[in-house]
């Protein structure tokens, strides 16, 4: 049972508009929220983070939103750029299942931000 | 730059050999692991250590094994290759305070 989605398997932008990117989870126990970005013959890099006891995250263009009732979280990049064209993974961590040592992924989506 | 390499980058073997793939960091974090990525799955957990000769299974740990004989280095290992393994293999570290893990450059392994 895939316990963190990402039901878009891709985004198609023009370049300055908002890219938003949508992740739902299911286990309530989790309790920490990470993006990663991930570029072709890459690692994945690490993006942004949000805690539960938080409902909005801002770093610089990059913004979480978490909306916990919904077990929904959406990261929102304004304005996109085409550096920004890549895989872009959610993931989380929590719970009784390993805790904060493990993380569980989405199976990503692909943002292209068009020139 | 979280001080992490893997090696080999890249690996073509056959059906049936051992293969062994190292992930090395450089600044003692306690915690490492090993992901594997393939197309449809995201980032999947294969195994993971909490400290020397401390580790534990993943979500898709069966075909691997792993070793931490010192802090610094994480071994995988896949006793007999399948083509099923055939993917692109991830090391991370996590810093024990903090969720976050930071992501080696990867290893390509191609199982003819």
């Known amino acids: 049972d895939q316990q963190v989605k990402q039901n878009s398997p891709s985004l198609s932008v023009q370049e300055g508009r908002i890219s938003i990117l949508n992740c739902d989870y299911t286990?309530?126990?989790?309790?920490?929220f990470l993006w990663y970005k991930k570029y072709p013959a890459e690692g994945p890099t690490f993006l942004i983070s949000i805690s539960s006891i938080k409902d909005k995250n801002e770093d610089g263009r990059f913004t979480v939103f978490l909306n916990k009732s919904a077990k929904h979280l959406s990261l929102h990049i304004v304005p996109s750029q085409p550096g920004d064209s890549a895989v872009y993974f959610c993931?989380?961590?929590?719970?009784?299942?390993?805790?904060?040592?493990?993380?569980?992924f989405g199976k990503g989506t692909k943002l292209t931000v068009n020139p | 730059d979280a001080g992490i390499t893997q090696s080999p980058r890249h690996k073509v073997t056959e059906t049936g050999t051992p293969v062994t793939l190292r992930c090395h960091q450089t600044?003692?974090?306690?915690?490492m692991y090993w992901y594997r990525q393939d197309p449809g799955h995201g980032l999947r957990l294969i195994h993971y250590?909490?400290?020397?000769?401390?580790?534990d299974k993943g979500e898709v740990s069966d075909g691997y094994s792993v070793s931490r004989s010192k802090t610094e280095d994480f071994l995988l290992t896949l006793e007999s290759a399948t083509s099923s393994q055939t993917s692109v293999y991830f090391c991370?570290?996590?810093?024990?305070?903090?969720?976050?893990?930071?992501f080696g450059p990867g290893t390509r392994l191609t199982v003819l």
């Open positions: 250590s909490y400290g020397v000769k401390d580790t």
């Open positions: 993931a989380a961590s929590g719970g009784t299942q390993g805790g904060s040592e493990k993380l569980v």
């Open positions: 286990n309530s126990m989790f309790d920490y």
């Open positions: 991370a570290i996590k810093f024990s305070s903090y969720n976050e893990q930071f």
């Open positions: 600044e003692n974090h306690r915690y």
